[in-house]
């Protein structure tokens, strides 16, 4: 099973800055994914993070507000950009083969 | 209609109980099931995999999907307090790294 990372923990932002979300995965995967849990909801998918291309993002979801990075087969950025006290979220990384998730950020705006 | 269903709870049982938990969902394709517990503060954590139909049992869980119904369940079996945690069922069409669809979640409350 893959092992999974994520930095920060938990981060507490102020309206309207950016946070940078990062998972490292301890073998190469070709896709990696980025979901969102907000408060009392299940996970939602934002995108699909592939190497070497654009990521693909889900309905909802726009790469001007949700940025994503994958330079190489083992690590994924995720910006949260803007960031307004809706964003406060559980954010998540995964790689697909069943889906191991990362332990997630816990990300709350004021 | 929300394409996987999965009551909310919270669902409080005594300990030694045998809980039952369950998901209905919308989509025919979907072909590959998936458990996860989920404790309070962390990431979810796979707990069993199933492909089609039938069931799948792993020490004191047993998965049960049901195509035809388009149901699945999560058998808990002696039932402990450290059980106490969301369940989230989810599903996917393919295994081929596709995004998964998941429901709600379960709350589940085992009281010693």
């Known amino acids: 099973s893959a092992v999974i990372s994520q930095k920060p923990s938990r981060d507490i932002c102020q309206r309207g800055t950016s946070l940078t979300i990062q998972c490292q995965v301890d073998?190469?995967?070709?896709?990696m994914f980025w979901y969102r849990q907000q408060p009392g909801q299940s996970l939602t998918l934002i995108a699909t993070?592939?190497?070497?291309?654009?990521?693909?993002?889900e309905s909802g979801f726009v790469i001007d507000k949700f940025p994503i990075s994958r330079p190489n087969l083992t690590f994924s950025t995720l910006t949260v950009s803007n960031m307004s006290p809706e964003d406060s979220s559980i954010y998540l990384c995964?790689?697909?083969?069943?889906?191991?998730f990362g332990p997630g950020t816990r990300l709350t705006v004021l | 209609q929300k394409e996987v269903e999965q009551d909310p709870g919270p669902l409080s049982v005594p300990e030694g109980a045998i809980v039952s938990l369950n998901c209905t969902y919308s989509?025919?394709?979907?072909?590959?099931f998936m458990w996860y517990r989920q404790y309070s503060r962390k990431g979810p954590e796979l707990l069993m995999y199933?492909?089609?139909?039938g069931n799948k049992e792993d020490g004191r869980f047993t998965a049960q999907v049901d195509k035809s119904s388009k149901y699945i369940s999560l058998f808990i079996r002696d039932s402990q307090p450290s059980d106490s945690a969301t369940y989230l069922c989810?599903?996917?069409?393919?295994?081929?790294?596709?995004?998964?669809?998941f429901g709600g979640g379960t709350r589940l409350m085992v009281k010693p």
């Open positions: 989509n025919s394709a979907f072909q590959y």
């Open positions: 073998s190469q995967v070709t896709m």
């Open positions: 989810a599903m996917s069409a393919n295994n081929a790294g596709n995004m998964l669809t």
């Open positions: 993070a592939n190497q070497g291309s654009e990521a693909t993002y």
């Open positions: 199933t492909y089609s139909s």
């Open positions: 995964s790689v697909p083969d069943t889906q191991y």
